[in-house]
């Protein structure tokens, strides 16, 4: 009896050892399942986090290029445009716009005043105008006329013309027309070397056509400045300078009684919109050809 006791106390306990085994056992399966499952799920992780990271990148990279691809396809859409826009830009264009800067911003009396030509000495009050000092400077600040017109007594010598010229050009606050109206044998027959820039012409030819009243009236060109040479008393200045140019004039060549005759036009025009529209249309076909002879220059 007491064998058979031992015996089956030796068996059950076996069988708790085996069970014990067999649990630990399953234990480690289960762990290490668990730890497989954990390290797969990781290894996917981290691959799917890769991945989408590198998505990302390729975006961006991609991204980068479509912007650069853009951005250099507009820069050629400028470039072409500017190209296209330099080569519709006429040397008229330019002239254009120096005619629009030399005269923005001119008020009504110095635009009235442009459109009158005369000598030194009617603009000073000098006997003969040899050079061009003080005097030359305060006359133009309050008659800044579009030109002088100059005759062979003004000329001593190449020199001294040329210096008057010259410092006539410095007084002025605008571009003047230099015209030699007599043949002066102390000059070279290219006056331009001195600083005329203008000559009259007779009979229509070149820039200018000098007439004398009444001729010109109810007459038109299309062609060059037409420049009407006035004189007369001067109460009948005014008018008479008011005709001509409403008549086609471009330029008014008054000698004597010129600021009568500037004074007299300027309060006839002052208030007009239409006479002023005029005037504005005057200084601008005067200074294409002073602006054009300053390309021609160039």
């Known amino acids: 009896m007491a064998k058979k006791k031992k015996s089956s106390s030796a068996s059950r306990r076996e069988l708790r050892r085996q069970r014990r085994i067999r649990n630990q056992v399953l234990s480690y399966v289960t762990l290490c399942i668990l730890i497989l499952c954990v390290a797969a ?36 859409e400028e470039d072409g445009a500017e190209e296209q826009e330099a080569e519709s830009y006429t040397e008229d264009d330019l002239l254009d716009e120096m005619v629009n800067a030399s005269i923005a911003g001119m008020p009504l009396e110095d635009r009235v005043a ?23 400077e305060n006359a133009l600040a309050e008659f800044p006329i579009g030109g002088f017109v ?37 000059l070279a027959e290219d006056l331009s070397v001195y600083g005329i820039n203008m000559e009259f012409a007779d009979k229509g030819e070149g820039t200018f056509r000098t007439v004398t009243l009444p001729s010109l009236l109810g007459e038109r060109t299309e062609e060059g400045l037409v420049t009407v040479q006035v004189s007369g008393e001067e109460d009948a200045l005014a008018d008479a300078c008011l005709e001509a140019w409403q008549n086609g004039a471009h330029l008014l060549y008054v000698e004597e009684g010129i600021q009568t005759a500037y004074l007299g036009m300027l309060e006839r025009i002052q208030g007009d919109a239409e006479l002023e529209a005029q005037v504005n249309a005057s200084l601008e076909a005067i200074y294409r050809v002073k602006c054009c002879s300053t390309l021609d220059e160039s």
């Open 150 to 186: 100059y005759a062979a007594a003004n000329v001593q010598s190449a020199e001294q013309f040329t210096q008057m010229l010259t410092d006539t050009i410095s007084k002025s606050k605008y571009q003047l027309f230099l015209i030699m109206d007599d043949e002066a044998e102390l």
């Open 114 to 136: 442009g459109l009158f030509l005369t000598t030194p000495e009617a603009l000073t009050g000098v006997d003969l105008a040899v050079k061009a000092g003080e005097g030359t």
């Open 41 to 76: 799920g990781i290894f996917f992780a981290v691959r799917f986090v890769t991945g989408w990271i590198s998505d990302k990148r390729h975006e961006k990279e991609l991204e980068k290029e479509m912007a650069a691809m853009a951005e250099a396809e507009q820069s050629g």
